[in-house]
Every structure is written in C-alpha cells, then in structure tokens.
C-alpha cells in the first residue's frame, strides 16, 4: 500500500515520525538550525500563498519578489534580535516594499495592478511575518537564544490539533463554525482545550523560564488564536475553491494547512509576554 492510500490518520502519524525529530534537532541544536528550518518553511509557506492567490484568473501576485521580501524580513529579524547588527537596518524594508508599487506600475500585462500589490502585500504580512515573530519570541530575553519558548509552543500547537482532532472525530457534533469550515466543532475545540492545558502543565514543570501561569496563557492563546487562525486559512481555501494550500506534508496538506494555528497565534503570544512578563 502507498503513503497516498493509506488513511488519514495514518499518513498524519507517518509523517509526523519523519518531521518532528528532524524539526527537534533543528530547535535545539542552534540559533543557525533553527533559523535555516523556519526560514525554509516561511518560504515555502509564502509560495504556496502566492500560488494559489495566481491560481485565480486576473491575479498576478508578485510571487518571487514578495517571497524575497520576506526572507529579507526574516534574516534581518534574526540579526537584529540576536544583537549582531543594529536595530536601524530594519529601515532596510521601507525601500523594498515599496518597489512593489514601481514594479507593478512597469507591468503592462496587470489589468488590476492595484488588487495585486494587495495581493503581494497580503503574503508578506499573513505568512512571512508571523515566521518573523517566531524569531523575535526564540529571542525574547536579553537576546539569547531558547529553545524552550519555541518548543513549548509547537507541543501545544500540536496538542490542540491533535485533542481538536480526535475529540471532533469521536464526539464532534456542535459546529463551531459552519459556514467556514463544516467539519470543525466545539467538541473538537473543547478536546483541543484540554490536551493544550494538559501539555501546559508538563511545560512548566520542565521548562522554567517561564512562570506556569504563561504556559498557560499561551495554551490558551493558542486553541483561540490558532483556531481562528485555522478558520481564517479555511475561509481563504473556500474563497478560491480548494481544500488543501497543498500536499506537500500527506495527512496535513501544505505548509500552510500545517502551521496556519501558529500564523495568528505569535503576534498574541509575544504581545502577552511582553506586557505580562510577571504578575
């Protein structure tokens, strides 16, 4: 039997035994791993965006130029949360984005242009950014790299997909959303609810640079955040007529499907540890 006839769930589970070690050694081992991994994923992530945004007639993203703002955007966060080069190059990104608008205005061939540099704008700011973020919390105090805050928020982003999951499979039957997504459910959010507050508790026992009571707020930002980060990915497939951004990763679609709960979760995230840094 091939990976593509097997079940969900046991393409979810295959794929999940050949990504997540790999994505653990690239965490701990160092800052440089853990950059080279999640810049990898932001682009592909931002590609994904701009092909399907292109997959609708008249629209002509800037995929290759948006996609290298991006990295731009998050190379220089690196550097600059690492402490390796001055706050004052992010100044570096007001002259790039705005070459989108002078692109655009040499392209004869765009009858919208306008609609497109929204368009481009648009991935810049809903995929490549929240993967920016996702450097500025590894750096959070006194710029020294940690792990712990990263993985701390992948095990509970993937225990509430994994409690979502399997608690909207067995008892799912309230639609949380219908309109949007048919398949969700408060069952499944309430599962997710649980094994994030569960996961929340073994943090922060292990995992003391921060107080239990952040692991779990940000458990809890997580399930609410990410699950309207996941309604927000849905509603966008349902506007262009899709139902994976991808099938890169089998049993969770794309980059996007896979990391959407993550994308609207992180600027919350840093956001409450930034004005709650204790009680």
């Known amino acids: 039997m091939s990976l593509r006839e097997m079940s969900n769930l046991q393409q ?4 999940a035994i050949i990504a997540v070690p790999f994505l653990l050694f690239c965490v701990l081992f160092s800052d440089y791993t ?3 991994l999640f810049l990898l994923i ?3 992530a931002q590609l994904e965006f701009y092909k399907l945004v292109g997959s609708i007639s008249d629209n002509l993203p800037l995929t290759f130029y948006g996609t290298f703002c991006g990295v731009v955007l998050h190379l220089l966060t690196f550097f600059i949360e690492k402490g390796e080069i001055a706050y004052s190059n992010y100044y570096i990104l007001s002259p790039l984005l705005a070459l989108i608008f002078f692109i655009k205005l040499y392209n004869a061939k765009d009858e919208k242009p306008f609609k497109n540099i929204a368009y481009t704008f648009l991935g810049i700011i809903y995929v490549a950014l929240p993967f920016a973020l996702l450097t500025v919390l590894a ?6 790299y940690d792990p712990q805050i990263i993985l701390g928020c992948l095990f509970l982003l993937w225990a509430s997909d994994s409690g979502a999951y399997f608690a909207g499979t067995k008892f799912g039957k309230t639609k ?3 309109r949007v997504s048919p398949k ?5 959010s309430i599962g997710g609810l649980i094994a994030a507050m569960i996961v929340a508790y073994v943090l922060s026992m292990y995992y003391t640079n921060y107080e239990s009571w952040q692991w779990f707020g940000i458990g809890i930002i997580i399930v609410v955040a990410g699950t309207y980060g996941d309604l927000v990915e849905s509603l966008f497939k349902r506007s262009i007529n899709i139902k994976d951004s991808a099938d890169t990763i089998p049993g969770h679609g794309g980059f996007l499907d896979r990391f959407d709960g993550l994308l ?5 995230i840093i956001t409450f540890l930034k004005l709650f840094p204790k009680l």
């Open 264 to 268: 609207l979760s992180i600027p919350f």
């Open 176 to 178: 949380l959303f219908e």
């Open 12 to 15: 979810r589970v295959i794929a």
């Open 42 to 44: 932001g682009v592909a």
């Open 34 to 36: 853990f950059l080279g």
């Open 184 to 188: 969700k459910s408060w069952e499944g």
């Open 139 to 144: 750096f959070l105090k006194n710029e020294t």
